[in-house]
């Protein structure tokens, strides 16, 4: 089994929680969680790659590593958390990197692609999809519209962090049934208390407009990077209209597949997901 050490890296002026296996001389590949998650969420996937020879740093974002925890909102945007990923590869000494992201990872994966493309070799995105072909099935698809209502919720102030934490946090944990008890104890102890909570929503708040609107989005069209995405035909929350409208904007090496399973696919399929996400790292290293 690797060995899995949580190492600290000072970025943008903060200080992350890291996750890291493998040996440093090997290929670099950088691991985005989503919400509401922490990097824990990787720990199988960082076994397996570190196993096969890559060299694995899964940080806890901005919001969740308690030392990278700014209040104002707008520190939030996509381009912040964009910079971040950047910086922590400049601080492991990263040229360039494989990247892996899910949920709102994806999200900012698919920044760091849009906006540094020559630091990215490959990437896969699991659930989210292209952020135009997902902004646009948000506004524009009804069943997307629907699926999305919940990031309107999450706009409204205090209140959701008061109706997810109530009760011992039993909407939280409910969200988290495909966890293990170990990695629900994670997420408590990061978000599942107001400040990591909040900190953990400012992700949507700082970012709704733009989806909603539309706005920024030229600014991801086209992708070159060799790109991967995984989608669970069960997801709650990603309908199939931005993930299939995703190929018109990959004008590189492009592949999707998809999964019996919902959001939570790491947990839920880990097999499915790891052969092929494999499989196209070692294409690319």
């Known amino acids: ?89 400049d601080a492991c000494g990263f040229k360039q990197f494989q990247l892996i992201g899910h949920d709102w990872g994806s999200a900012v994966g698919w920044g760091v692609v849009a906006y540094h493309p020559d630091r990215v070799k490959s990437w896969t995105a699991l659930s989210v999809p292209h952020l135009k072909a997902f902004s646009d099935a948000v506004r524009f698809d009804k069943k997307q519209k629907k699926m999305s209502q919940y990031m309107g919720f999450f706009q409204l102030r205090g209140i959701p962090e008061w109706f997810m934490l109530r009760k011992d946090r039993k909407m939280l944990r409910g969200t988290w049934r495909s966890s293990s008890e170990e990695e629900k104890q994670d997420y408590l102890d990061v978000i599942g208390n107001k400040p990591g909570l909040k900190a953990a929503l400012a992700w949507y708040r700082a970012n709704y407009k733009v989806l909603k609107k539309g706005q920024k989005m030229d600014n991801y069209l086209e992708v070159k990077t060799p790109t991967l995405l ?18 018109q904007y990959m004008k590189g090496e492009y592949k999707r597949v998809d999964i019996e399973a919902s959001h939570w696919l790491i947990q839920e399929a880990f097999e499915e997901c790891a052969a092929p996400i494999l499989q196209h790292l070692n294409k690319y290293r």
């Open 1 to 89: 089994m690797a060995q899995i050490e949580i190492v600290k890296k000072d970025v943008n002026g903060f200080t992350f929680k890291c996750r890291v296996a493998g040996d440093p001389s090997g290929e670099p590949v950088i691991l985005l969680h989503g919400f509401p998650e922490t990097s824990h969420m990787w720990i199988p996937l960082l076994e397996r790659l570190s196993e096969n020879g890559y060299y694995c740093i899964a940080p806890d974002q901005r919001g969740y590593s308690p030392q990278a925890r700014p209040t104002d909102v707008k520190a939030y945007e996509i381009e912040e958390l964009v910079s971040d990923v950047v910086g922590l590869a």
């Open 230 to 247: 995984l989608w669970g035909k069960k997801d709650f929350a990603i309908g199939p209209v931005g993930v299939e409208g995703t190929a």
